[in-house]
């Protein structure tokens, strides 16, 4: 069965650090595109950032471009998003997804109805 599993979430003061996990069972990643996506109370899903099969290619969300970096990797079936300068308005629920397109292993876009697989998600929240 695919599944997907986030962890590292928790509450930060603002300025500090988390870094997140997505861990992949019943599939091999290195094929998949993965992203992370956040979803705030009363606000809709949004993406965050998305790195390709091969991890040569990410792209960010310009709210975290700077702060926030996606890498994976394949041996261990894991991504990563280590998330720096953390402020208020970045608490959310993270999710992670996976994508699985003739491109993925190349390419990705931070596109929520591009992905395929969805996890529970992890809390963050920044908060002093």
């Known amino acids: 069965q695919l599944q997907l599993v986030e962890s590292g979430g928790g509450l930060v003061q603002p300025g500090g650090s988390l870094r997140l996990s997505c861990v992949a069972s019943g599939f091999t990643l290195d094929d998949y595109a993965v992203g992370w996506f956040r979803q705030a109370p009363g606000k809709e899903r949004e993406g965050v950032s998305c790195?390709?099969?091969?991890?040569?290619?990410?792209n960010y969300a310009d709210s975290v471009k700077g702060r926030f970096t996606i890498s994976r990797d394949n041996a261990k079936n894991t991504v990563y998003l280590q998330m720096n300068s953390l402020k208020p308005e970045d608490t959310a629920v993270y999710y992670c997804?996976?994508?699985?397109?003739?491109?993925?292993?190349?390419?990705?876009?931070?596109?929520?109805?591009?992905?395929?697989?969805w996890g529970q998600g992890t809390q963050v929240t920044v908060s002093s």
């Open positions: 997804a996976a994508e699985v397109a003739y491109y993925s292993r190349t390419y990705c876009r931070i596109s929520l109805s591009d992905f395929d697989y």
């Open positions: 790195i390709s099969g091969s991890g040569g290619s990410t």
